[in-house]
């Protein structure tokens, strides 16, 4: 058999992998029901806040937790501050205005590689909460974010991811990270659905506190600084009998900022993609690599048939139009559900640039160590 043969039968059954699984997370999409459940309306909720150097935008994501239409006197807010070397904590405690409102600071002798996990380790630690919210400090959340994502709670359920969108903007790279983003989402939100949570973000989420201490918090996963989300809400999942759920509720949208330069938006992705291979769940690691290797073989076919061989761009551009049309598919299910002003003028060129994207930003972390607000971090 030809290597030609090979490569294009690799292919094919790549893109068929890739396919299925896109398929799998429209059909979770569709699973995806409004949450209503108001019983829960008095439990007492601690929002742990962890950050680091947000002096910029510390005081938007205050404002918006402070105004919270959830009863005053049943939430608390927690920032943590992980070392910052800048005046955002002075800027916090200048502001506050509401007494449940406190501010803490993990030393940096007290920190290990696992930073942020730390640092709401020791939030939950002092709180007293029986719902722990997390998010990030350049968050801006709407005034019934508390409200909307708390009908997600029955007695049944354990862990609640909520939708986080980028803030708009009319910048070209603005929007491509935009889209990008949401296509991250929307994957979470439908392996959520089709009943194998893997993927959230850590801006919106929440979780019973018997819940994180029955799987023993971040045990196990303290030598990994990215995962405090994913990781907690696999264990869950795994470990307990409590129900995954995500909120599709307008109001628990989350809106954060993109990053403003490409060395940023890399070194995030490549923090968030240094867990990928740690998943405790291994099929699900080898499904993801069964993606990048489609992904590789994909550039390897078209850059084939731009200096060799003609014949194998027809091939590779039928494999893109086949990856745009079941991405778009996606994409527009989850901007019907709970990503409404999620704007697609420039999807087409998002595409073309997801792939070397994906398989740059997928190696690096996976290899390398990357930074995050002043600090190198090792994988």
């Given at each position: 058999m030809s290597i030609n043969i090979i490569l294009i039968s690799a292919?094919?059954?790549?893109?068929?992998?890739?396919?299925?699984?896109?398929?799998?997370?429209?059909?979770?999409?569709?699973?995806?029901?409004?949450?209503?459940?108001?019983?829960?309306?008095?439990?007492?909720?601690?929002v742990i806040i962890p950050f680091r150097n947000e002096s910029e935008n510390v005081l938007s994501c205050l404002r918006s937790l402070e105004n919270q239409n959830y009863p005053h006197d049943k939430y608390e807010i927690i920032f943590i501050d992980d070392s910052s070397t800048d005046d955002t904590s002075d800027k916090l405690k200048n502001a506050i205005t509401k007494k449940e409102t406190a501010v803490f600071t993990l030393s940096e002798k007290n920190s290990s590689s696992a930073h942020k996990k730390n640092a709401i380790s020791y939030g939950i630690e002092k709180s007293k909460g029986e719902i722990i919210f997390t998010t990030d400090a350049d968050?801006?959340?709407?005034?019934?974010?508390?409200?909307?994502?708390?009908?997600?709670?029955?007695?049944?359920?354990?862990?609640?991811?909520?939708?986080v969108e980028l803030n708009e903007t009319k910048?070209?790279?603005?929007?491509?990270?935009?889209?990008?983003?949401?296509?991250?989402?929307?994957?979470?939100?439908?392996?959520?659905?089709?009943?194998?949570p893997t993927i959230c973000n850590g801006a919106n989420i929440a979780y019973r506190k018997s819940a994180y201490s029955q799987v023993n918090g971040y045990e196990g996963t303290l030598k990994f600084s990215s995962g405090d989300d994913e990781s907690l809400m696999q264990k869950i999942f795994q470990r307990t009998s409590y129900r995954v759920k995500f909120c599709l509720n307008q109001?628990?949208?989350?809106?954060?900022?993109?990053?403003?330069?490409?060395?940023?938006?890399?070194?995030?992705?490549?923090?968030?993609?240094?867990?990928?291979?740690?998943?405790a769940?291994?099929?699900?690691?080898?499904?993801?690599?069964?993606?990048?290797?489609?992904?590789?073989?994909f550039l390897i076919i078209a850059f084939y048939g731009l200096i060799s061989e003609t014949k194998f761009l027809p091939i590779a551009g039928v494999i893109l139009l086949i990856k745009i049309f079941a991405d778009f598919i996606v994409i527009t299910s989850a901007k019907k559900l709970f990503l409404p002003d999620l704007k697609l003028d420039i999807f087409l060129?998002?595409?073309?640039?997801?792939?070397?994207?994906?398989?740059?930003t997928a190696a690096s972390g996976a290899l390398g160590s990357y930074e995050w607000k002043g600090r190198t971090i090792k994988r």
């Open positions: 292919a094919l059954i790549l893109l068929g992998h890739y396919v299925y699984f896109l398929l799998e997370i429209l059909i979770g999409i569709k699973k995806l029901k409004p949450c209503t459940n108001n019983g829960k309306a008095l439990v007492h909720i601690s968050c801006i959340h709407s005034p019934d974010w508390l409200n909307s994502v708390m009908k997600c709670f029955d007695e049944q359920t354990g862990f609640v991811s909520g939708p910048n070209l790279f603005g929007k491509l990270q935009k889209i990008e983003f949401a296509g991250l989402i929307a994957a979470g939100a439908g392996l959520i659905g089709a009943g194998k109001e628990s949208i989350v809106f954060t900022h993109a990053a403003s330069t490409i060395r940023e938006f890399y070194q995030q992705r490549k923090r968030w993609a240094s867990k990928g291979l740690f998943y769940n291994k099929l699900f690691v080898f499904r993801l690599n069964l993606i990048y290797l489609f992904f590789l073989t060129l998002a595409e073309i640039l997801h792939i070397p994207y994906l398989i740059i």
